[in-house]
C-alpha cells in the first residue's frame, strides 16, 4: 500500500505521470483494492474498539479520495449492455455479488469501486464509487449512498434515505454511519454528519454540517453540530429565528431520548419507534 500510495501522491501533483503505465496501475489497482475491500477511504482512528468520541473519529486516507479522482481521468466512456438495459458511464458496474454473499433485487446499481460486505441486501438502490456498505445492513428501495459514504454493519437505511457522497476536497470527511444505527424513511445525511453506534433517526430528519442538533432529553438543553451520540433517538424539529421580514422558523434535529441498553438492538428499535412516537 505504500508503493501504491507513493504513486498516487506523485500523479496527483504531476498529472502528466498519468501517461506512464507504472502511475496508470497504480490507480487502476487502488480502485481494485477499494473494490475488493482492501483498503477504505477512511476508518475509525481506534479500530474495532472505537468509543465514538467525536473530537477526532474518524482518518481519512487522502491518497485513496485522490487515486479515485484520477481514476476518472483514466476512465474512458464506455456502453454497457444489461439485458435491454443500456448505460453510458465511465465507472463500471459491480460484479460477483454470489461469491460476496449479497443481495442485489433487480434495478439495485453497486458501481465498481465500491465495497459491500457479506449479507449486504440491496433493494432497488444505489452505492457510489467509495462507498462501503457493512455486513447485514439493508439499502432500502430508492436509498442512495454517496461516494465514499461509510455505513456500518447491521444499519437500516430506509425507503429514500440519501446519505451524501464526498470526493473534494480530499481533506473533507465523508458520511459515517456506525454499526446497528436506523435512519428512516427520506432521511438526509450529508458533508460528512457522524451517526454514533446504534441511533435512531427518525423520518425526514436532513442533518447537514451546520443543522443544529439539540439533545432535549434533560432539564439543559445540549447542542451538536455534525455529530449524533451514540443510542440517540432523533426527530426532525423547527426553531425560532427572525429574519427582516419577520419571525420564521427554521429546522433542526432534536435528541428527543436514548435507545434502551436492556434490551436487544431489534427490540430495542421497536421501543424506540413506539417509546418516543417516531415515525419510520
Avoid at 502511475?23 to 474495532?48: K, Q, W
Avoid at 446519505?163 to 435512519?183: H, K, Q
Wanted: proline fraction near 5%; glycine fraction near 10%.
Amino acid at each position: 500500500m505504500r508503493e501504491l500510495q507513493a504513486y498516487i501522491e506523485k500523479a496527483w501533483e504531476e498529472r502528466d505521470l498519468l501517461s506512464d503505465s507504472l502511475y496508470a496501475d497504480a490507480v487502476l489497482e487502488t480502485v481494485s483494492c477499494l473494490d475488493r475491500g482492501e483498503v477504505r477511504v477512511a476508518a475509525p482512528v481506534s479500530g474495532e474498539d472505537f468509543s465514538g468520541d467525536q473530537e477526532n473519529p474518524w482518518q481519512v486516507n487522502q491518497w485513496v479520495k485522490k487515486a479515485v479522482l484520477l481514476y476518472f481521468s483514466l476512465a474512458k466512456m464506455q456502453t454497457m449492455e444489461v439485458g435491454p438495459f443500456e448505460f453510458r458511464d465511465k465507472i463500471p458496474l459491480k460484479k460477483d455479488f454470489a461469491s460476496s454473499g449479497v443481495r442485489v433485487v433487480p434495478h439495485g446499481i453497486a458501481r465498481y469501486g465500491s465495497f459491500l460486505e457479506p449479507g449486504v441486501v440491496m433493494m432497488p438502490s444505489y452505492v457510489n464509487i467509495g462507498a462501503r456498505v457493512g455486513a447485514g445492513t439493508m439499502v432500502d428501495t430508492w436509498a442512495t449512498v454517496g461516494s465514499c459514504a461509510q455505513i456500518g454493519a447491521h444499519v437500516h437505511l430506509s425507503g429514500g434515505v440519501g446519505i451524501g457522497g464526498v470526493l473534494e476536497p480530499v481533506v473533507a470527511n465523508p458520511v459515517v454511519v456506525e454499526d446497528y444505527c436506523f435512519i428512516g424513511s427520506r432521511c438526509i445525511i450529508v458533508e460528512g454528519v457522524h451517526i454514533g453506534r446504534e441511533a435512531v433517526i427518525g423520518a425526514n430528519v436532513c442533518l447537514t454540517r451546520s443543522t443544529r442538533i439539540i439533545d432535549a432529553s434533560s432539564e439543559e438543553a445540549k447542542e451538536y453540530r455534525g455529530w449524533v451520540p451514540p443510542r440517540s433517538v432523533v426527530i426532525p424539529g423547527s426553531l425560532p429565528k427572525r429574519f427582516p421580514a419577520g419571525v420564521y422558523y427554521v429546522p433542526c434535529a432534536l435528541i428527543i431520548g436514548k435507545r434502551k441498553e436492556s434490551t436487544d438492538r431489534k427490540t430495542t428499535l421497536n421501543d424506540a419507534l413506539r417509546d418516543f412516537n417516531v415515525s419510520a
